[in-house]
């Protein structure tokens, strides 16, 4: 079985422009969540989907925005880029609600100039 | 704002030698898990402890957990080169839907 995959690989921006990060979870998993690693840092939670439906979010701006299809696929969308939201964007699925084992993608690395 | 936080920054051993790094939390948990994370790649799940659990093993992996004291140990006994890598504690934080991992412990392992 595929394990999770995204995409792209790795992308620059420049300030001030929008991007959608694109997130296919392991066959059979339910729910998704999105972090955001920072060079020297453990990855902080942005958001968990369940079902469909928003379980939680981080401290992470309204630019920050995310959902969940039919085929459980995720897309997470920044807005107004920053440099700081250069970073490494992992996305981890687990088969029921968050807590538990989650399995990472290979992750998307953004970079804002 | 992280929950955990690894204790060494970083370590370095060699190969053979026993790798010990701590994990201490703020809030309470349902779980604790610790992963591992290659060179910026995406993190692997190495074990999952219950609260209810003291001590889970896994190959050459022990992990402990003191509720009381809000703290978890990761050993890695005979350590090899292929074990260099972050390692993570990431906690629950009593909720479910949110995962806080800590900023990592940074392995280095010489041959």
């Known amino acids: 079985d595929a394990g999770v995959t995204q995409s792209p690989t790795h992308l620059i921006k420049t300030r001030g422009q929008h991007v959608t990060l694109r997130c296919s979870p392991i066959?059979?998993?339910?729910?998704v969540s999105w972090y955001q690693q920072v060079l020297g840092q453990g990855p902080q939670f942005i958001f968990q989907y369940y079902e469909k439906e928003e379980r939680g979010r981080g401290n992470f701006p309204d630019r920050f925005s995310a959902r969940q299809f039919p085929n459980y696929s995720s897309e997470l969308n920044v807005n107004a880029l920053l440099l700081g939201d250069s970073a490494l964007y992992l996305c981890?699925?687990?088969?029921?609600?968050?807590?538990?084992?989650?399995?990472f993608g290979p992750g998307t690395r953004l970079l804002v100039l | 704002s992280q929950q955990g936080e690894e204790d060494p920054q970083a370590l370095s051993i060699q190969e053979g030698e026993n790798a010990t790094m701590n994990c201490s939390y703020k809030t309470s948990i349902n779980n604790l898990q610790w992963y591992r994370q290659n060179s910026g790649r995406g993190l692997v799940h190495l074990i999952l402890i219950r609260s209810n659990e003291r001590e889970k093993h896994s190959g050459r992996l022990r992990v402990t957990l003191d509720t009381s004291k809000k703290s978890s140990s990761l050993l890695i006994t005979a350590s090899r080169a292929a074990d260099t890598a972050s390692y993570f504690c990431a906690t629950d934080a009593g909720g479910g839907f949110k995962t806080i991992f800590g900023a990592g412990t940074r392995l280095f392992v010489k041959a």
């Open positions: 981890a699925s687990s088969q029921d609600r968050g807590g538990e084992t989650q399995y």
């Open positions: 066959s059979g998993h339910k729910s």
